[in-house]
């Protein structure tokens, strides 16, 4: 083989499945070997890189936050609480602007329109199928 090895050889290489030519050229070519080397080596500052990124996420989830500092202001302190409390007034202005009557009219008819699909035998798509396999 007298040119290098594409990407694709390389990577087949790195999976452990070069064919026989490859394997080959890797033995004679100290270039592609040297190549195969430095994306084996890239590989592995990835895997640890990731391993470190993920040890550092799983360490921040797990610690334990200090209390809140007495200088802080209220509403920074409570900022939870006031969230909550803009979305129950936000819910609640939702339903009065809305009437909140029409709620159950339209709950019943999506009801029964659910209720009619699932008590169905087949679907309304398959039926012609069905039909054609009755006559038989």
């Known amino acids: 083989m007298t040119h ?10 790195i999976l452990g499945e070069p064919d026989p030519r490859t394997a080959q050229h890797l033995e004679n070519c100290p270039a ?20 470190r990124w993920s040890e ?15 200088s802080r202001s209220w509403i920074a302190s409570h900022q939870f609480a006031m969230a909550l409390l ?4 936000c819910i609640l202005a939702s339903i009065v602007w809305r009437g909140g009557e029409n709620a159950p009219a339209s709950d019943a008819v999506l009801l029964n329109q659910v ?9 309304r798509s398959m039926e012609p199928l069905t039909k054609l396999v009755a006559q038989e």
Request: glycine letters at 6%; a negative charge; proline letters at 5%.
């Open 4 to 13: 290098h090895l594409t990407s694709e050889q390389i990577s087949e290489s």
């Open 32 to 51: 592609c070997r040297g190549e195969l080397g430095n994306f084996r080596e890239a590989l592995g500052e990835f895997r640890g890189a990731v391993r």
């Open 56 to 70: 550092n996420q799983a360490n921040a989830a797990l610690a334990v936050h200090a209390p809140p500092s007495e």
């Open 86 to 89: 803009l979305a129950t007034v």
């Open 115 to 123: 209720d009619a699909q699932v008590s169905r035998a087949v679907p």
